[in-house]
Nanobody, 123 residues
Framework: QPQLVESGGGLVQTGGSLRLSCAAS????????IGWFRQAPGKEREGVSC????????NYADAVKGRFTISRDNAKNTMYLQMNSLKPEDTAVYYC????????????????WGQGTQVTVSS
């Protein structure tokens, strides 16, 4: 059964960094685009970043451009989200998700989701 598992969340101070990982099992990521989404309490889930199946295309939400970097290691069947210069408004549960081929920051287009990892940024 296809599964994604996130890790790397935690509590960090403003300006700090975290690296989230998303490991796939039950399928290989080679033909899948991966997206990172987040949901803060009382807010809708929003797209953060995505990377195409080849790794050649990426997209970032304006709120994280220049601070977050998405990457993938298909050999390890894992993708990553490096988050630098974190702000309190980055506090949310972060989810990774998979869809075929192409990157898109549209949650409804993703078919496989992880369980989420909490990121909390203190001021």
């Amino acid at each position: 059964q296809p599964q994604l598992v996130e890790s790397g969340g935690g509590l960090v101070q403003t300006g700090g960094s975290l690296r989230l990982s998303c490991a796939a099992s039950g399928f290989t990521l080679d033909h899948y685009a991966i997206g990172w989404f987040r949901q803060a309490p009382g807010k809708e889930r929003e797209g953060v970043s995505c990377i195409g199946s080849s790794g050649g295309s990426t997209n970032y939400a304006d709120a994280v451009k220049g601070r977050f970097t998405i990457s993938r290691d298909n050999a390890k069947n894992t993708m990553y989200l490096q988050m630098n210069s974190l702000k309190p408004e980055d506090t949310a549960v972060y989810y990774c998700a998979a869809r075929k081929w192409f990157c898109a920051l549209v949650a409804g287009s993703y078919v496989t989701w992880g369980q989420g990892t909490q990121v909390t940024v203190s001021s």
